[in-house]
């Protein structure tokens, strides 16, 4: 793969596809404010002039209205949503094409603003072909750091579903802890969160953790409290704690929407300082289950393997298709570390800038409390202290801008106001 950025033809291939309707809307935050992508799968983080291409190949059945469609980018549930990735997943099937994917998308997010960025990647059970991906991953890492200066590692995670489970997920943490590739720096889970108990891969954390130092970001209540009301005893005590110094591991957890319900989780959450990973088009995209939204204050949720349980003391926020209505600002209030991540660019209609607009949707305006949403993804990224001091270094320098009121025009690798197509 070539490591120059994609030339003008490429965009051109499919000019009169890439209709106006699907241009972005102008952002609501500066692009030259350093931003950080924390939760973004991959695979499908494709831009419109590939996936058009792919259209064409017919490598899939999806139409190109899909993209400017609103409705087929909504999802019932997130079964309904997990079937259109997994329908849409093998477009990006070679290892060529995964490394374009990742250059791509991390040097049009770099261009809006974007210094930092930790690309999740899927284990199925092939050990193989997932050293192949994490080595077109990272050499689409390399290149895009090459040409545009972002920075980026991978997660590895684990699939909650009836085909795969905690088996694999263990499998996954021992090939890590065998393979030690440089830039698989976590150990994630995600999936159907109401199939099992999120602690039936406490075993494979405990490995990722410990075998393989690798830091953790598992899924969390995106869709079911009872995950996270076993969160806490699903990962190793030890990465509760405070990392000692020359500990670059760090704990997230994916989503964690639903413990806006609960002020005892908040409580919780706010007391560990677990870093939230905030998905606000996926949140405002794929609906809550039946189960989730029946949901009442005074209602008890018990943990799905612990004999803890939370009482319901705060109403659910309606934020499906109304994300004004997101609990992003009660996280930020309550003292919640909060970072944020695109989670599926392609079917979401999103990239990272879009969501750092959204979070000034949801009532986050003061562009310092904006700004900390960089400094908190830099604080939980699993990298090393000096890439940790140089990222930060960004952020500390555009906050002095913002106190002194000035205007700078380019991002912190010298990029001027590019409008880009998603």
């Known amino acids: 793969m070539s490591d120059q950025p994609p030339s003008a033809s490429f965009s051109a291939h499919v000019g009169a596809h890439a209709a106006p309707e699907i241009r972005d809307k102008a952002p609501l935050v500066h692009h030259a404010l350093p931003k950080a992508e924390m939760h973004v799968h991959i695979a499908l983080a494709l831009s419109v002039e590939i996936f058009l291409r792919r259209i064409q190949?017919?490598?899939?059945?999806?139409?190109?209205?899909?993209?400017?469609?609103?409705?087929?980018?909504?999802?019932?549930?997130?079964?309904?949503?997990?079937?259109?990735?997994e329908g849409m997943r093998h477009i990006t099937a070679t290892d060529h094409e995964l490394a374009q994917a990742t250059q791509i998308y991390l040097e049009r997010i770099a261009k809006e603003g974007a210094i930092y960025a930790e690309i999740s990647n899927s284990f199925r059970g092939d050990p193989d072909q997932y050293d192949r991906q994490v080595a077109a991953i990272t050499e689409g890492i390399k290149a895009a750091n090459a040409n545009t200066g972002i920075h980026a590692r991978i997660v590895t995670t684990a699939i909650r579903d009836r085909r795969m489970g905690p088996d694999m997920a263990e499998q996954a943490a021992r090939h890590l802890a065998k393979t030690r590739p440089a830039y698989v720096t976590a150990f994630?889970?995600?999936?159907?969160?109401?199939?099992?108990?999120?602690?039936?891969?406490?075993?494979?954390?405990?490995?990722?953790?410990?075998?393989?130092?690798?830091?953790?970001?598992?899924?969390?209540?995106?869709?079911?409290?009872?995950?996270?009301?076993?969160?806490?005893?699903?990962?190793?005590?030890?990465?509760?704690?405070?990392?000692?110094?020359?500990?670059?591991?760090?704990?997230?957890?994916?989503?964690?929407?639903?413990?806006?319900?609960s002020s005892r989780l908040m409580q919780m959450f706010t007391e560990r300082a677990i870093c939230m990973e905030v998905c606000l088009s996926a949140n405002k995209r794929i609906s809550l289950p039946l189960g989730g939204r029946i949901h009442e204050v005074g209602e008890t949720i018990s943990g799905r393997s612990s004999q803890d349980t939370v009482v319901l003391d705060r109403n659910r926020r309606h934020y499906f298709n109304d994300i004004a209505r997101h609990p992003l600002p009660d996280f930020i209030a309550a003292g919640i570390p909060v970072c944020l991540g695109s989670d599926n660019p392609l079917l979401m209609n999103t990239n990272i800038g879009k969501e750092y607009s959204l979070a000034v949707k949801t009532g986050v305006e003061d562009m310092r409390v904006v700004l900390n949403l960089t400094r908190n993804a830099v604080s939980y990224a699993n990298v090393p202290a000096d890439l940790r001091a140089q990222l930060m270094g960004y952020v500390d320098r555009y906050e002095r801008v913002l106190i002194k009121g000035e205007r700078v025009d380019t991002t912190a690798q010298g990029y001027r106001y590019a409008f880009n197509r998603f």
Do not use: C
Request: aromatic share 10%.
């Open 57 to 85: 190949k017919r490598r899939t059945d999806i139409q190109a209205d899909f993209l400017i469609s609103r409705e087929k980018r909504y999802y019932e549930t997130l079964a309904r949503f997990h079937a259109t990735y």
């Open 188 to 261: 994630g889970l995600a999936g159907e969160e109401d199939i099992d108990a999120i602690t039936d891969y406490s075993r494979a954390m405990l490995i990722a953790w410990h075998e393989a130092g690798l830091g953790l970001a598992p899924h969390v209540a995106e869709q079911y409290l009872h995950n996270a009301v076993d969160f806490f005893h699903a990962v190793p005590a030890e990465a509760l704690e405070p990392r000692p110094t020359g500990d670059d591991r760090r704990l997230r957890v994916g989503h964690g929407t639903l413990i806006h319900q």
